[in-house]
């Protein structure tokens, strides 16, 4: 991803949140759609960064949230086997996309500066580390047997495989 070469611009950034915002909303519908309730706090995440994610684009009424249109959003079906899981291995994915955003943040963040890189910046009072520790856990007691583990891959690439086609990169 080009916000991810050593030569990143603030450019690169903002292009990489354009392909984010519609990733995020599809994410945040499959979410939904699946009905866990232990996923709303990956769900209310998406929203957090969200509104992060829209006031670094500079949008309009960020306070709510990015819109994106519908004809911009590819719905992410949950399988009939095992749904749940395919949401957890969505979830995964999202998850784990907030500790590379830490990790971008300590990369760009005094190169960019001013700008406040509001979406790869942590969000107060919150550990990163620990998010994810706490949601591993969550994800191992959820998702036990081999149909569940199958689709929770199956969901978790996925969704990688979607957030690499808006970037136009290849899986591979």
């Known amino acids: 991803m080009p916000v991810g070469r050593e030569d990143a611009s603030l450019d690169d950034y903002l292009a990489h ?9 599809q994410m945040r519908l499959a979410l939904a759609e699946a009905r866990v309730p232990a996923l709303a706090a990956v769900a ?3 929203d957090d960064r969200s509104r992060a ?3 670094d684009l500079g949008l309009e009424d960020a306070g709510a949230g990015l819109r994106v249109d519908a004809s911009e959003c590819r719905r992410f ?3 009939a086997c095992e749904p749940q899981a395919f949401a957890w291995g969505l979830a995964y994915v999202v998850e784990g996309s907030q500790l590379g955003g830490a990790v971008m943040y300590r990369r760009l963040s005094t190169r960019l500066a001013p700008h406040p890189l509001r979406y790869f910046a ?4 919150a550990t ?5 520790t706490a949601f591993v856990a969550a ?12 689709s929770a891959a199956d969901g978790a690439a996925a969704a990688f495989e979607h957030l690499l086609a808006g970037f136009a990169l290849d899986a591979a």
Request: net charge positive.
């Open 77 to 79: 079906p949950l399988p």
């Open 53 to 55: 994610l829209a006031l």
């Open 17 to 25: 949140l354009r392909v984010l915002g519609p990733w995020m909303v």
């Open 128 to 132: 990163t580390g620990a998010a994810w």
């Open 139 to 150: 994800l191992g007691a959820a998702v036990r047997s081999r149909p569940a583990i199958e």
């Open 44 to 46: 209310a995440r998406i």
């Open 122 to 125: 942590p969000v107060a009072g």
